[in-house]
């Protein structure tokens, strides 16, 4: 794992169902955190939905650890970020989940960070907040702004693994075509387009603008070139066979 | 609302639990998504989850339809876009939701944009990955790759809506503290600190520079130098004074 991402902590205060408890060790596992604290939860249902949304992360359901208070689960941290949707007097210095992560990043080298998450009725009370020494809160759509409490933890957790930059977006399996390779094929079609009849000589250069335009925008790599290179080619094959081809048919 | 974004429509195919796409429909209203369809949904619970988790976007659910095959579902969309987990031969071509989402608002400019969510179980067919235009792989971690549905669907959801640029952050309240007010604020500090005797005038320089460090990181706005100079003037009278207020006591 990630050094940086192993010295995050999610802390859950006061969390009424077991549910958003499981959801999110499922979203941290999805992103590479694995230290999970709960503060004094509440929960109000028989606890079993917890394991059942953890789905394959119930290691870090395991895991977790259970403190009285707020202060005790982040007695350990260098640095506190809390998590609010409420707007107020001291709840004005608040950042942008986006903006906030790389920096974190930075001081989680040195320490170990905690992300405070209140609870889903209330929040975290003035008191808690005065025991963060940053805000976050996340871009939600002003009409309704209420998160689910396993998704502001997956948000905040997604956005701080794309600041790792560890994700390898999948490989393009194919390399992108060349030019000079693109020409070919271009010079390919031009040609079977003429021999099917497609377009004649005298028109061929506009006709062919409207090919080269689709060919832009989606014939990008070797593999495509090899596709639309076939089709040419059968394409020319088969108006020089079909007589016979039709005659075995 | 935006109105990119009333031309965007979730599509879930083949949802087995109802209560995932109650949490659909509140991370869509969170991120001022409104438009629903379910294509041939295999609900393998009760259906009361769906509303419990849609809280107060129950608005979404209830205007939601159903389709039999993705091909009606999306008949009218201009772009459709499916989001996959798996690697393949065919699903090489596939972006991040962060780079793609700029050129979906684009797209949706000029007609529907249709987001598919394959099953909780095994995803998108084949047959259904070929309708799609263009992929979408999440970020995740690459131990644990497996993302619940609902989560994946606010993913997409919120880098749609960060991309539209429509979220304000809140407003800092207090503007920033110009330079001439902070220097104020630094000589009142120097002033008090000699008086109360923290420091000498000959170390006098020298231990401003650690205030001047602290002040750098920490007083930013109007209202932050609002509270450092009451500090340095209460604690300047407090030591003049100090005889008489204990008196008093």
């Given amino acids: 794992m990630n050094a940086p991402l192993e010295n995050f902590r999610i802390v859950l205060v006061g969390t009424l169902y077991s549910g958003n408890i499981g959801s999110v060790c499922r979203a941290m596992a999805n992103m590479g955190l694995r230290d999970l604290a709960l503060v004094a939860p509440r929960i109000c249902d028989d606890g079993t939905e917890a394991g059942r ?5 119930t290691d870090i359901l395991e895991t977790k650890r259970t403190f009285a208070t707020l202060e005790e689960a982040v007695a350990d941290c260098a640095w506190v970020v809390g998590t609010t949707a409420r707007e107020g007097l001291y709840r004005a210095h608040v950042q942008e989940p986006r903006k906030l992560m790389p920096e974190l990043l930075r001081r989680a080298a040195d320490g170990k960070v905690a992300l405070v998450f209140g609870r889903e009725d209330k929040g975290l009370t003035n008191d808690e907040i005065a025991q963060c020494n940053q805000l976050i809160r996340i871009p939600v759509c002003p009409g309704y702004t209420s998160i689910n409490l ?23 399996k194919s ?14 079609w031009r040609e079977m387009l003429l021999k099917i009849g497609f377009m004649k000589e005298d028109k061929a250069d506009h ?8 060919f832009s925008r989606g014939v990008y790599t070797e593999d495509d070139v090899a596709i639309m290179m076939g089709v040419a080619r059968q394409s020319a094959w088969f108006s020089d066979h079909r007589d016979k081809w039709e005659e075995k048919e």
Same sequence: chains 1, 2.
Avoid: N, W
Wanted: contains cysteine; aromatic residues 8%.
């Fill in 53 to 57: 949304m953890a789905v394959h992360a």
């Fill in 150 to 172: 396993s998704q502001a933890v997956l948000i905040c957790a997604y956005e701080l693994y794309c600041a790792t930059g560890d994700y390898v977006p999948p490989v393009e």
């Fill in 175 to 188: 390399l992108p075509a060349t030019a000079g390779v693109k020409r070919r094929l271009f010079e390919k």
């Fill in 207 to 214: 006709m062919m603008q409207g090919i080269q335009r689709i």
